[in-house]
T-cell receptor
Framework: DVKVTQSSRYLVKRTGEKVFLECVQDMDHENMFWYRQDPGLGLRLIYFSYDVKMKEKGDIPEGYSVSREKKERFSLILESASTNQTSMYLC????????????FGPGTRLTVT | QKEVEQNSGPLSVPEGAIASLNCTYS??????FFWYRQYSGKSPELIMS????GDKEDGRFTAQLNKASQYVSLLIRDSQPSDSATYLC????????????FGTGTQLKVEL
């Protein structure tokens, strides 16, 4: 079974702090994704990566950066946390063709006060 | 902008009935389609994938794909209270790289 883990289930940070969210997958997947999910807005893609050291912006990259130094690990960085970044953050991974099935980690509920 | 649309619900069905969840998509070139189940406070869980026109059955779940009409549906037979969740439709669009486009989900409530 695919296993995607995230570093924290719940996180509380203060405005202006630098926040690191880590994601690790154990299925040798090429692709990794970071989403945020807010009520009424659905899943929104922040950043994704097709390969080590490769990253591409998603739909809402502002205020975020990412790092992928190893194939199994994809980190999301909030450079200076703000209250509007309070959200559920979900990491996912997938293989490339032919299936593209994405598997999600358990999520990190981040609160910025 | 490419879209995946779902009725937000809630869709209420009695226990034992068939629940029918629908999804339409705008990109005619889309090739891969997925249904995820998400319980409140949890992450999405993949329950069905479908790649060709027609029906695909897996236990109580049946996914139906009609590319000509650009819709995909999920039927849940013998619905149980444990099926109460939000169901997300996702589409792999042509030319979209390895990304999926998600709908906002349909909330299903199975009532005793």
């Amino acid at each position: 079974d695919v296993k995607v883990t995230q570093s924290s289930r719940y996180l509380v940070k203060r405005t202006g702090e630098k926040v690191f969210l880590e994601c690790v997958q154990d299925m040798d997947h090429e692709n990794m994704f970071w989403y945020r999910q807010d009520p009424g807005l659905g899943l929104r893609l922040i950043y994704f990566s097709y390969d080590v050291k490769m990253k591409e912006k998603g739909d809402i990259p502002e205020g975020y950066s990412v790092s992928r130094e190893k194939k199994e690990r994809f980190s999301l960085i909030l450079e200076s946390a703000s209250t509007n970044q309070t959200s559920m953050y979900l990491c996912a991974s997938s293989s490339t063709s032919p299936t593209y099935e994405q598997y999600f980690g358990p999520g990190t509920r981040l609160t910025v006060t | 902008q490419k879209e995946v649309e779902q009725n937000s619900g809630p869709l209420s069905v009695p226990e034992g009935a068939i629940a029918s969840l629908n999804c339409t998509y705008s990109d005619r070139g889309s090739q891969s389609f997925f249904w995820y189940r998400q319980y409140s406070g949890k992450s999405p869980e993949l329950i069905m994938s479908i790649y060709s026109n027609g029906d695909k059955e897996d236990g109580r779940f049946t996914a139906q794909l009609n590319k000509a009409s650009q819709y995909v549906s999920l039927l849940i037979r013998d619905s149980q209270p444990s099926d109460s969740a939000t169901y997300l439709c996702a589409v792999k669009e042509a030319g979209g790289g390895n990304k999926l486009t998600f709908g906002t989900g349909t909330q299903l409530k199975v009532e005793l």
